[in-house]
T-cell receptor, first 110, second 115 residues
Framework: SQKIEQNSEALNIQEGKTATLTCNYT??????LQWYRQDPGRGPVFLLL?????KEKRKERLKVTFDTTLKQSLFHITASQPADSATYLC?????????FGAGTRLTVKP | GAVVSQHPSRVICKSGTSVKIECRSL??????MFWYRQFPKKSLMLMATSNEGSKATYEQGVEKDKFLINHASLTLSTLTVTSAHPEDSSFYIC???????????FGDGTRLSIL
């Protein structure tokens, strides 16, 4: 069965460090992958999209990689700040089918 | 841009009541809208996909007669939870896209509590 796993339920890091979140998938061939941020009691907010033929995408302090051989995407936040604390969701899309991971709750401590 | 408004943000009502939730795309026309349910610390669970002017496509295990979806225009979709019971209590979120393979723009969700 199709499965999407995000490395850990929670990740705590110190301010200024780089946060790395992982999204692994099995039995799925996504045409593209997206990362979203969700704050408590709010809807997810789109951050980045990366297509299957792209290796890396950047946006300000964010970087996403996509390895279709490893079936994995890595999401990096450099120079992390307490304001980056939130839950981050990966989502895979293929043929009108979109599936979300359970998310990783990131806490950046001052 | 790409703002989705969801209303109401919170509903508390008695068992047996029907509850309607609205999802509007404010500054774009949404070809497709999605309805999700989210449990605490869990992933978004897709309930149904709706396209303007056509019947919604429900995911396996989601009762069509329980969760009525109407997509009357390119900017409005509604979800009606009929004869709600305590087990229907959850966080319901809608999203909309401008075109296939475009990012989803989410509403801020509706916290539904059935007493």
């Amino acid at each position: 069965s199709q499965k999407i796993e995000q490395n850990s339920e929670a990740l705590n890091i110190q301010e200024g460090k780089t946060a790395t979140l992982t999204c692994n998938y099995t039995n799925y061939s996504p045409a593209y992958l997206q990362w979203y941020r969700q704050d408590p009691g709010r809807g997810p907010v789109f951050l980045l999209l990366i297509r299957e033929n792209e290796k890396e995408k950047r946006k300000e302090r964010l970087k996403v990689t996509f390895d279709t051989t490893l079936k994995q995407s890595l999401f990096h936040i450099t120079a992390s700040q307490p304001a980056d604390s939130a839950t981050y969701l990966c989502a895979l899309f293929n043929n009108n089918d979109m599936r979300f991971g359970a998310g990783t709750r990131l806490t950046v401590k001052p | 841009g790409a703002v989705v408004s969801q209303h109401p943000s919170r509903v508390i009502c008695k068992s047996g009541t029907s509850v309607k939730i609205e999802c509007r795309s404010l500054d774009f026309q949404a070809t497709t809208m999605f309805w999700y349910r989210q449990f605490p610390k869990k992933s978004l669970m897709l309930m149904a996909t709706s396209n303007e002017g056509s019947k919604a496509t429900y995911e396996q295990g989601v009762e069509k007669d329980k969760f009525l979806i109407n997509h009357a225009s390119l900017t409005l979709s509604t979800l009606t939870v009929t004869s709600a019971h305590p087990e229907d209590s959850s966080f319901y979120i809608c999203s909309a896209i401008q075109g296939r393979s475009q990012p989803q723009h989410f509403g801020d969700g509706t916290r539904l509590s059935i007493l």
